[in-house]
């Protein structure tokens, strides 16, 4: 290995420089996909690459999607009332497949049932009020979160 | 990172395993000192996948292409490499080439979405990487897709074993596409969404233009496709195969392979030196010379050959 650079650090992009991935997706039978694009140019314009899956997607194709592109977090947009059915599915899915990546919620979701998502593992809610900010803070939250975890 | 986990990493990796795959190329991506591993153990085991490099203006169908080729392929582990550009103000992208993709690409293809990360140099470096490790997990063909757009796009698509340039009807007669640099890197033309009138048109425009002249004994195909309905997928896969057959013959392929890798290396150098040069441009002795720059009180000229001294492997630059 004498041929490799003496001094890595004389490269680009340190790993600190590498920016967070992001897969952005409507799980099941939800057209509104409007609301996942603004999501995606806010992420977008917050330093993150976004992986955008958009409709129709099933929570097989996301884990490969996270799989494939070795993504930090999944971003699950919901405006069809089956957040509590398809959240958990999700959470579970991706645990099944051995991977460490929180699943951050969007959407329309009743005020009421935000803490029994957090209960099923959903690492956070992000309302429909939310600005760019919040967004963007929920998100490298729980990246952050799940990186001090492992 | 030592030797055994990687080779455990590439060994899940040539069983299948999407994860030690995704991560590998992640390290690819990221450079640095486990990037450098990554690249070599990828090295004694590459070579064996077919290269296609897709590429075309935005907006033409390369996407829907690219994912439509991966199924009629008919191969077991397909790859994708899509490249998509970051944004320079930010840092992000929005990569969106699989949203055409996963209906059409059976569950056995490895999608991989690329950004630029905003040097047009690590990206010549990271995408021959990310290349030579879908190969050493066993994936074939691997399909290269990028935006036909700016000099280093293309020269990635163009850096394939069989590169294929899409265009569309109303795209412009052949001196616009003369002027993009696209023509000469093409082995295959596809007239994408060729339902549209004036499909034979833009063939026609094609023909005339290599009616002109074409390099080596191998005129590049025209072939018509409407993506997204899947129509002339089979056509385009069969003139790939036909032209992965005359590069055999012909012995071309070795001779683009060897090219492909001395492009590498000076690629590879050159962006080595392009972060000394930051470096030396961020820290002293660059701080002081651009001082005197700001000031007027050196020319850009005399500054920047006092700089290039310090390149000088005799004379290493100081801090």
Same mark, same amino acid.
């Given at each position: 290995m004498s041929d490799l650079p003496a001094d890595p650090s004389l490269l680009l992009d340190a790993e600190s420089e590498i920016p967070i991935r992001v897969v952005l997706a409507k799980l099941g039978l939800d057209?509104? =996909?409007?609301?996942?694009?603004?999501?995606?140019?806010?992420?977008? =314009?917050?330093?993150?690459?976004?992986?955008?899956?958009g409709l129709r997607q099933t929570t097989d194709s996301i884990v490969a999607a996270c799989e494939q592109e070795d993504a930090d977090a999944i971003g699950l947009s919901m405006h069809n009332a089956g957040h509590l059915t398809l959240a958990p599915r999700m959470v579970e899915a991706v645990a099944q497949a051995g991977l460490d990546v929180p699943v951050v919620i969007g959407g329309i979701v009743p005020a009421d049932d935000v803490a029994t998502l957090i209960d099923f593992g959903v690492a956070?809610?992000?309302?429909?009020?939310?600005?760019?900010?919040?967004?963007?803070?929920?998100?490298?939250?729980?990246? =952050?979160?799940?990186?001090?975890?492992? | 990172m030592s030797r055994d986990p990687l080779e455990e990493m590439f060994e899940a990796a040539r069983g299948g395993n999407r994860r030690a795959l995704g991560k590998l190329l992640?390290?690819?991506?990221?450079?640095?000192?486990?990037?450098?591993?990554?690249?070599?153990?990828?090295?004694?085991? $590459?070579?064996?996948?077919?290269?296609?490099?897709?590429?075309?203006?935005?907006?033409?169908g390369k996407s829907t292409i690219t994912g439509r080729?991966? $199924?009629?392929?008919?191969?077991s582990r397909p790859a994708i490499l899509a490249i998509d550009p970051s944004s320079p103000l930010t840092g992000g992208a929005i990569l969106g080439d699989r949203i055409r993709m996963d209906n059409h690409v059976s569950s056995s293809a490895f999608i991989r979405s690329m950004a630029t990360r905003g040097h047009a140099g690590g990206l010549a470096v990271a995408v021959p990487d990310a290349v030579r490790v879908l190969d050493a997990a066993g994936c074939d063909p691997i399909i290269v897709e990028t935006?036909?757009?700016?000099?280093?796009?293309?020269?990635?698509?163009?850096?394939?074993d069989t590169t294929v340039v899409v265009v569309t009807p109303g795209w412009g007669d052949a001196v616009q596409a003369n002027k993009a640099g696209l023509l000469e890197v093409a082995d295959i033309f596809v007239v994408n969404k060729a339902d549209r009138p004036d499909a034979r048109g833009a063939r026609r425009d094609l023909e005339l233009m290599l009616d002109l002249g074409h390099r080596?004994?191998?005129?590049?195909?025209?072939?018509?496709?409407?993506?997204?309905?899947?129509?002339?997928?089979?056509?385009?896969? $069969?003139?790939?195969?036909?032209?992965?057959?005359?590069l055999h013959d012909s012995g071309e392929l070795t001779h683009r392979r060897c090219r492909r890798r001395r492009d590498e290396v000076a690629d590879r150098i050159?962006?080595?030196?392009?972060?000394?040069?930051?470096?030396?441009?961020?820290?002293?002795?660059?701080?002081? $010379?651009?001082?005197?720059?700001?000031?007027?009180?050196?020319?850009?000229?005399?500054?920047?050959?006092?700089?290039?001294?310090?390149?000088?492997?005799?004379?290493?630059?100081?801090?």
């Open positions: 057209g509104h =996909d409007r609301g996942l694009k603004v999501v995606a140019r806010t992420l977008r =314009d917050a330093g993150m690459e976004v992986i955008y899956l956070a809610v992000i309302g429909p009020g939310a600005s760019a900010q919040e967004v963007v803070s929920a998100v490298s939250a729980a990246v =952050d979160r799940q990186t001090a975890a492992q | 992640t390290m690819v991506e990221k450079r640095g000192e486990s990037a450098a591993l990554v690249s070599e153990g990828a090295h004694r085991d $590459a070579g064996q996948a077919r290269v296609v490099g897709v590429t075309g203006a935005p907006g033409t080729l991966a $199924a009629v392929s008919g191969a935006v036909g757009v700016g000099q280093v796009e293309v020269s990635i698509a163009a850096a394939a080596g004994g191998w005129r590049a195909p025209i072939v018509l496709t409407t993506a997204t309905e899947g129509e002339g997928i089979g056509d385009l896969w $069969a003139e790939i195969e036909r032209h992965t057959a005359h050159e962006l080595e030196l392009r972060c000394r040069v930051d470096q030396i441009i961020q820290n002293e002795p660059g701080a002081t $010379a651009l001082g005197r720059v700001d000031r007027n009180e050196l020319s850009p000229a005399a500054a920047a050959e006092q700089l290039l001294s310090t390149l000088d492997p005799d004379n290493p630059p100081e801090g």
